[in-house]
């Protein structure tokens, strides 16, 4: 294949300072040949000091970043620029300034607030959450079930090599037996590897999950399809009533009964007659009766004084019941004990997007956060999911979200410290007879040696972070490519990307086997830290072929049937970070050939 020759480096500017900040300026400095710079609260934080070093990167630290701040870090000559804070409000007060003050300049915003994203984006920003672009990946290896992969008319899933026999494309990661992961091995390269995620085609049956990196909609309302059973409201309040409700129940029967047998001797009517003239004086009292036999007009004396006492306690047991049950409902506390099901630990935005997508497929989950007012407690209520607050880390806190007999726990809080202690935590807990063997444990860990150390430590374990997995889409996003999916495994990802091929490129007329790309020594340093493996890689999947205005075209073709690639062809790939950035340059068109001049629409 003719290699793409020289680009332009293009400047970017990035605004926020965090791990996603951190990942997105390297990418964009590195593999994507870019300048950037960086404005950032204080110079002498981590990822600041990090972003520093990268080579073609500026940091400049603003206390408030303003139009003046913005020019300073080369806005008006940026390609895009890429707000990242965790501030909702702030990314949005931003955007509306570069909107005004540079109307041609691509801005793509990290937003989570999904009412406000939407008002936001239009044709020149681009709003993208990290939490939705890890919460898939994150469930998927939660569950061990396939992740599918959004390829227009494709059933495509990814699979791991413990999955049921399905009809395998190819492999996507694999290693030699020890930390070594090697992404998209050649055919050769197999032979001495032992396959781990492979891509699959999914059978008709299978029902597939939902594959969303976008803005989802509003959710924390009440689901309306919801209603809370009255069965299970009677379980509740038995549950807080206890023993106090079934004593005074017993003792109000006993009374009735004795009272129902001593009439029936002393008159000689039969029981329901007898029983009628028990319950008149237990329950309600009645009036009295002169001519009634002696022993009757004893034993209604009896039961009217004993009533005095047991009809207000019953009441108060009931009284006292009901407010528990009600107080127990409105908090979302675990009514029951609870088997099977997912534990997700820390209701920040990620933990959110992860409950919500679990409560979606069905599957039981408990939701626990330490602090009673983060925002995905409030979400967790609304959808009915259980709420556990306490420290995870304790052991209290766990059995309470009955963590020995859960499938999985999920731990998304911030800081490595508390991650690591509530996985240990939850593994000294012991499993329950009818639980799942091994309890699967999913850490949300940025250092990936420190992932790989909690591997070797804890057996069933993975590491994933959401700004590893969500930076080569903010990335690719800034250089106006539009990445579908991110694959992760272990500290190795993949991305799926839709690349337009437009008129005088190096693609324009090649072949469409030319897309698959296999170069082990070009590219990025095989030492990146995001280790993608060789270089650059990448797999053909689909071709969607240009749509005719006279009519024709729009069909999706499969790699098997090769075809000469036209202007206006869309490709589906499977790729490494480094060989989506070499297809791009070979799919777009020669410097000083707009996509106007060619005739395609944006």
Not at 278 to 302: I, M
Not at 532 to 545: F, N, Q, T, Y
Request: aromatic share 4%.
């Amino acid at each position: 294949m003719t290699a793409a020759g020289p680009v332009t480096r293009a400047h970017y500017v990035v605004v926020g300072d965090g791990p996603l900040a951190f990942r997105l300026t390297r990418a964009l400095s590195t593999r994507f040949r870019g300048t950037v710079t960086v404005l950032v609260p204080d110079r002498a934080s981590r990822y600041a000091q990090e972003m520093a070093v990268l080579d073609g990167v500026d940091v400049l630290a603003a206390e408030r970043v303003d139009e003046k701040a913005l020019r300073a870090a080369g806005a008006d000559r940026a390609a895009a620029a890429a707000l990242v804070d965790q501030d909702d409000g702030g990314n949005v007060a931003l955007a509306l300034l570069l909107r005004e003050a540079w109307p041609a300049l691509h801005v793509v915003v990290r937003i989570f607030d999904e009412s406000l994203g939407r008002h936001l984006e239009h044709d020149r920003c681009t709003v993208l959450s990290s939490s939705a672009f890890a919460a898939p990946e994150i469930v998927g290896a939660a569950l061990r079930r396939q992740v599918r992969l959004p390829v227009r008319h494709r059933r495509l899933v990814t699979v791991s090599d413990e999955e049921p026999s399905l009809p395998t494309r190819m492999v996507l990661f694999a290693t030699d037996g020890a930390d070594t992961v090697v992404a998209l091995p050649s055919a050769q390269e197999l032979a001495a590897l032992t396959p781990k995620v492979l891509l699959a085609d999914a059978g008709e049956n299978d029902v597939l999950p939902e594959v969303r990196a976008e803005l989802e909609p509003d959710e924390d309302e009440v689901d309306p399809h919801r209603r809370r059973r009255f069965g299970e409201y009677l379980r509740t309040l038995a549950l807080t009533s206890g023993w106090n409700l079934l004593l005074a129940a017993g003792v109000l029967l006993v009374v009735v009964l004795v009272g129902a047998v001593t009439i029936k001797l002393a008159t000689g009517a039969s029981l329901l007659g007898a029983l009628y003239e028990a319950v008149l004086p237990s329950l309600a009292g009645s009036d009295p009766d002169h001519d009634a036999h002696p022993v009757v007009k004893v034993t209604q004396v009896a039961l009217t004084v004993v009533s005095v006492a047991v009809i207000p306690w019953v009441t108060g047991v009931v009284v006292d019941g009901v407010v528990r049950t009600q107080r127990l409902l409105d908090t979302g506390s675990p009514l029951h004990a609870m088997s099977d099901h997912v534990v997700v630990v820390g209701m920040g935005d990620l933990g959110t997007r992860i409950v919500r997508s679990l409560d979606r497929r069905g599957v039981p989950v408990i939701a626990v956060d330490v602090d009673k007012s983060a925002r995905g407690i409030a979400v967790a209520r609304a959808r009915d999911v259980p709420v556990v607050i306490g420290d995870a880390r304790r052991a209290t806190t766990l059995r309470g979200a009955y963590v020995g007999a859960a499938q999985a726990i999920v731990v998304v809080t911030s800081g490595g410290a508390t991650t690591i202690g509530i996985s240990f935590a939850a593994r000294s807990i012991p499993r329950a007879k009818d639980a799942p063997a091994s309890l699967r444990t999913v850490l949300r860990v940025f250092d990936r040696d420190l992932a790989r150390r909690i591997r070797r430590e804890i057996p069933d374990s993975v590491g994933l972070s959401s700004s590893f997995l969500a930076a080569p889409s903010f990335a690719a996003a800034m250089i106006g490519q539009e990445v579908k999916a991110t694959i992760p495994y272990r500290d190795r990802v993949l991305v799926l990307a839709e690349i337009l091929v437009e008129r005088g490129s190096v693609l324009d007329g090649a072949h469409s086997s030319d897309v698959g790309l296999d170069e082990t020594g070009a590219g990025s340093d095989a030492g990146d830290p995001d280790g993608d493996g060789p270089p650059v890689r990448s797999r053909l999947l689909a071709i969607d072929s240009v749509t005719h205005s006279s009519g024709g075209g729009g069909r999706m073709f499969e790699p098997s049937q090769g075809r000469t690639l036209n202007p206006g062809d869309r490709v589906f790939v499977i790729a490494t970070t480094a060989g989506l950035l070499h297809l791009r340059d070979l799919a777009s068109a020669p410097a000083g050939l707009t996509r106007a001049a060619i005739g395609l629409n944006d």
